[in-house]
T-cell receptor
Framework: GQQLNQSPQSMFIQEGEDVSMNCTSS?????WLWYKQDPGEGPVLLIA???AGELTSNGRLTAQFGITRKDSFLNISASIPSDVGIYFC???????????WGAGTKLIIKP | ETGVTQSPTHLIKTRGQQVTLRCSSQ?????VSWYQQALGQGPQFIFQ???????GRGNFPPRFSGLQFPNYSSELNVNALELDDSALYLC?????????????FGPGTRLLVL
């Protein structure tokens, strides 16, 4: 079945640093979504992308739908302590109704 | 407007038993999707219900079944529990089945099978 490869698996950063993570697929995706999950909570949608090349921002977060339709990245600028959590990419493959998820990137902020 | 709620929050069962998990969708939403999230993994799609009918199913065996009620709340039933069924079970509600409909997730039910 379709799979998403998300990297890095985890990141240790200093407060104030910028963060970048990405997701790749071996097949074309029609949508790319980025979610954040905090401990004991369900995932919360951060950014949704529906068109190849689309670049969308949500506050300090920016995400792009790759032009090949096989990748997406998420950037976080000037990280703050509440950015800690697990970030997931997800998407719909061509002709697919089900949401496929990456394995997540765990963001840890060093004191 | 109330969010998505799930019950119970935690559950311990033994192998071979059956379990029912419940989900109340967000007000105004007619679509519920269920996911299984193993520790350290992303969610895996189980199935989706739209207006009381199953609308799609992931790669899960028939012992995973579901229901959606007229008020759009939903149940996930798992029969003959196996150790590998231990996971966080998430439900998400949305205003429809279109890809652009945002899915809003509940906090999940953590199931442990011993």
């Amino acid at each position: 079945g379709q799979q998403l490869n998300q990297s890095p698996q985890s990141m240790f950063i200093q407060e104030g640093e910028d963060v970048s993570m990405n997701c790749t697929s071996s097949s074309i995706f029609n949508t790319w979504l980025w979610y954040k999950q905090d401990p004991g909570e369900g995932p919360v949608l951060l950014i949704a992308l529906y068109k190849a090349g689309e670049l969308t921002s949500n506050g300090r977060l920016t995400a792009q739908f790759g032009i090949t339709r096989k990748d997406s990245f998420l950037n976080i600028s000037a990280s703050i302590p509440s950015d800690v959590g697990i970030y997931f990419c997800a998407g719909h493959g061509r002709g697919d109704y089900q949401l496929i998820w990456g394995a997540g990137t765990k963001l840890i902020i060093k004191p | 407007e109330t969010g998505v709620t799930q019950s119970p929050t935690h559950l311990i069962k033994t192998r071979g038993q059956q379990v029912t998990l419940r989900c109340s969708s967000q007000s105004g939403h007619n679509t519920v999707s269920w996911y299984q999230q193993a520790l350290g993994q992303g969610p895996q799609f189980i199935f989706q219900y739209y207006r009381e009918e199953e609308n799609g199913r992931g790669n899960f065996p028939p012992r995973f079944s579901g229901l959606q009620f007229p008020n759009y709340s939903s149940e996930l039933n798992v029969n003959a529990l196996e150790l590998d069924d231990s996971a966080l079970y998430l439900c998400a509600s949305s205003g429809g089945t279109a890809l652009k409909e945002t899915q809003y997730f509940g906090p999940g039910t953590r199931l442990l099978v011993l």
